[in-house]
């Protein structure tokens, strides 16, 4: 039995949305491993560290998104200031 023009159409745009879908999760995905990796940085290198820190002063306008990060601003205020890692050491 052949599909009505309708039944393609709707076919059609249920796989477009599962499309968007995935290129969603990819780009969150790939936005909480690059977050992490500049979480990382930001708690051993002192110059990324403030960078960090007033960037997300700077940017970060919501009130839900401030209330979020301020536990992570607040402990990267804390660090004492150390050397940045050496060349050749894991980040």
Do not use: C, W, Y
């Not at 969150?28 to 491993?33: A, D, L, T």
């Amino acid at each position: 039995m052949s599909q009505t023009l309708e039944q393609k159409i709707a076919e059609a745009q249920a796989k477009l949305a599962r499309l968007r879908n995935q290129e969603r999760q990819l780009e969150n995905g790939q936005k909480i491993i690059a977050g992490g990796m500049f979480i990382n940085l930001a708690k051993k290198d002192p110059k990324i560290r403030q960078l960090f820190v007033e960037t997300a002063e700077k940017t970060v306008t919501r009130e839900a998104d401030k209330k979020r990060l301020e536990p992570l601003l607040k402990e990267l205020r804390e660090i004492k200031h150390t050397e940045p890692p050496k060349q050749g050491d894991e980040v």
